[in-house]
């Protein structure tokens, strides 16, 4: 079993940065894919992006890409999530996600933490 913990979410003005965090216990991360989603009001839950155990393949939604930035560090148990140039229509719950496997792919995934929230003002 893995739980994962997120943290970091806030309130922002478009245009602005916030990095989330998300920390893992019960098992290491090694071999674990990781990715990120969110949830809009209103809307399904949408993968943001997700990175492979070694950190050496990412994968982005196109409405993110050049704009967030996933990475890992597995000695810290730890995935994060830099996100820039946030718009308003990156509010929503922000979700840590793990899978066991080697490609990084949009889903399914085993084990969710409880999600952050991120509002982007305009």
């Known amino acids: 079993q893995v739980q994962l913990v997120e943290s970091g979410g806030g309130l922002v003005q478009a245009g602005g940065s916030l990095r989330l965090s998300c920390g893992a216990s019960?098992?290491?991360?090694?071999?674990?894919?990781m990715g990120w989603f969110r949830q809009a009001q209103g809307k399904e839950r949408e993968f943001v992006a997700g990175?492979?155990?070694?950190?050496?393949?990412?994968r982005y939604a196109d409405s993110v890409k050049g704009r967030f930035t996933i990475s890992r560090d597995n000695a810290k148990n730890t995935v994060y999530l830099q996100m820039n140039s946030l718009k308003p229509e990156d509010t929503g719950v922000y979700y840590c996600?793990?899978?066991?496997?080697?490609?990084?792919?949009?889903?399914?995934?085993?084990?969710w933490g409880q999600g952050t929230q991120v509002t982007v003002s305009s």
């Open positions: 990175i492979s155990w070694t950190g050496g393949s990412t």
């Open positions: 996600a793990a899978r066991s496997g080697v490609s990084v792919t949009t889903g399914p995934y085993d084990y």
């Open positions: 019960g098992r290491a991360l090694t071999r674990l894919v």
